[in-house]
């Protein structure tokens, strides 16, 4: 295959016209890159080079404004600096050089400038000599900026299929590709773009009916056949039966797939939301350290659970600054509720390290300073990834082509290349969730150790006083260390939260490795969407829990029906108050989350 089917190349077709060529200085000899080794040429279809023997040079003549002649040669360039192959063809519209770059006009005035370091020329090779010889020029595409239209095939050639179907060639053309046949007469007339999609699987081919429309990014839309297909992933030709379409996917619209998980993220989002509203209206459940780090997470969660749901539902338009917005704030909030479960793993560690201060300093204060470094790392993080992701996203010094640019909007409100969703997303999940198991790991050795120790002191130490149980009873209490009761139930808690968290996000990064139809992932993204489920459950109907809200729903019936006697009053106050006191402690001992 011809090396640049990784590149990005344009594909302008030189034939007989004279284009205008701008030039500062005197008329010299120039080389240009030649896009196939010497001695070979594109092949008819321009997807490889074919060895011919034919040595091509001093081929592009072009005249300048004022009548002098600019001779180029050609010399083969090894490398080219694009990502992929996306053929470009200019038919009839205005070629110059200017300078170094090359400079394209549009019918409607517009101007497109492109550096000529970024370019080759080749001739095609056609075995019928009937047409004079065809250059070919390759540059890095600029589609998402201006308005393409795939052609499968080069010019005066059309789709042929086989009367089986099953295959698909380039045949001589019957008549002139007319584009305003697939657009209809009141669209602009947009630049052309050659070459067959490179998909992974074997392309299918329809027959177009009804109005076609080239969107923003040149994605193609056909609301009659319920499809929209991104720009790299189909062609459109004439055909001895009308136009056909060839595509590699099936249309990303017209699908279960939005519906479906829409509807999953709603059911999540309402979870959510019920956990963030309990544990902000109960006091009690917003204490301890823990408890304000699973809020943390649980917003972050919400968040991104509507932002996901309203692209599912709402149909927001790609591209568009809402389509962006959304983008962002998906990636954001999902990637600060990974830190802060990262930020609960961290937490525990650091509490059966050894390394925390002495239970008599563990006030509200120093915890609340635990959340300050808590909250500057897990917002500091993301906010340093989401800062690289707007300058990959709107740098001028990333070129559109580069597969680490996010390009939102491009193809759906999400990222467009596998590369870039790896570098600002997937990548540092798979980070932090590696880092997640070895602290529980950790966390369950240390505590495993610290159990031993115990014993072993506990059995020392009873040995000498086996005969005063509440002395030794005392001893066992001296001897717990960090171990303590309290601790113990916040490790156990906190791992079945990363449990549940972890491997759900583990299946979600699984399943964008593994890709495939998506059907087959139904049953674990319900699993990822359904993660609300299992926090509410495990957080919030606890018996401690339903108590609270008992508690706090009768004292708001109580408060209807004021007591005026002194008595009664001093009375409903103990009351009161000794049942605040029993609760407090409940709390204080059980650390609810």
């Known amino acids: 295959m011809f090396y640049c089917v990784i590149c990005v190349p344009l594909l302008l077709i030189f034939t007989n016209h004279v284009y205008s060529v701008s030039v500062n200085g005197s008329a010299v000899e120039r080389l240009l890159p030649k896009c196939c080794p010497r001695g070979s040429q594109f092949s008819e279809d321009v997807t490889s080079c074919v060895a011919t023997g034919i040595e091509v040079s001093d081929i592009m003549v072009f005249t300048t404004t004022d009548d002098r002649t600019l001779k180029y040669s050609l010399e083969h360039k090894t490398q080219f600096t694009c990502l992929r192959h996306e053929p470009f063809l200019v038919q009839d519209h205005t070629f110059m050089i200017a300078g170094n ?23 095609v090779y056609i075995p019928s000599q009937d047409q004079q010889p065809m250059f070919v020029a390759l540059l890095c595409p600029i589609c998402s900026e201006i308005t393409c239209l795939h052609k499968c095939c080069l010019p005066n050639l059309q789709i042929g299929i086989s009367e089986d179907g099953n295959s698909i060639s380039c045949v001589n053309a019957t008549e002139p590709f007319n584009s305003q046949r697939i657009l209809g007469n009141n669209s602009k007339r947009p630049m052309m773009i050659h070459g067959f999609p490179t998909c992974d699987l074997l392309p299918y081919t329809k027959y177009i009916s009804g109005p076609a429309y080239i969107s923003t990014f040149s994605r193609l839309e056909l609301p009659n056949m319920g499809m929209i297909v ?16 060839v595509a590699c996917m099936q249309p990303v619209v017209a699908t279960l797939q939005p519906t479906l998980y829409g509807g999953f993220f709603c059911v999540g989002a309402v979870f959510l939301g019920l956990t963030l509203v309990l544990h902000l209206w109960l006091p009690e459940l917003r204490k301890t350290l823990h408890s304000r780090v699973l809020i943390a997470h649980v917003g972050c969660l919400l968040v991104g659970y509507v932002g996901m749901a309203t692209v599912d539902l709402a149909d927001v338009p790609a591209p568009s600054a809402l389509c962006s917005c959304t983008a962002f704030t998906i990636q954001f909030s999902i990637l600060a509720a990974v830190f802060w479960l990262n930020v609960m793993c961290v937490d525990i560690a650091w509490t059966f390290s050894g390394l925390r201060a002495p239970k008599a300093s563990l006030t509200l204060d120093s915890d609340g300073h635990k959340f300050l470094y808590y909250s500057l790392y897990a917002w500091g993080s993301t906010s340093a990834i989401s800062a690289l992701t707007a300058f990959l996203e709107f740098s001028p010094a990333v070129p559109l082509s580069s597969r680490f640019k996010p390009s939102f909007g491009a193809v759906a409100c999400w990222f467009q290349y596998s590369e870039a969703i790896l570098l600002l997303m997937y990548g540092p999940m798979l980070v932090l969730l590696l880092s997640n198991i070895l602290l529980f790991v950790y966390t369950a050795c240390k505590i495993r150790r610290t159990q031993q120790d115990t014993a072993n002191m506990v059995q020392h130490a009873g040995s000498r006083l086996r005969d005063n149980k509440d002395r030794l009873f005392d001893v066992e209490t001296i001897f717990s260390g960090v171990s303590t009761s309290r601790d113990k139930k916040r490790f156990s808690l906190y791992l079945k939260l990363f449990g549940l968290m972890g491997v759900t996000w583990v299946l979600e990064v699984v399943s964008w490795l593994c890709g495939g139809p998506e059907h087959y992932w139904y049953a674990t993204d319900a699993i990822n969407a359904f993660r609300s489920v299992f926090i509410f459950v495990l957080f919030c109907t606890k018996k401690k829990v339903l108590v609270l809200i008992k508690n706090k729903l009768s004292m708001k019936k109580t408060t209807k029906f004021p007591i005026h006697s002194r008595k009664s009053a001093t009375s409903s106050s103990r009351l009161n108050s000794s049942m605040t006191s029993q609760r407090t402690n409940s709390i204080q001992l059980s650390q609810i989350s």
């Open 230 to 245: 991104p720009r790299t992933d189909y062609c459109v030709d004439s055909s001895a039966r009308g136009p056909v379409l």
């Open 101 to 123: 770059n090359v400079v394209i006009h549009g019918e409607a005035g517009e101007n497109w400038t492109l550096p000529l370091t970024e370019m080759c020329v080749d001739s």
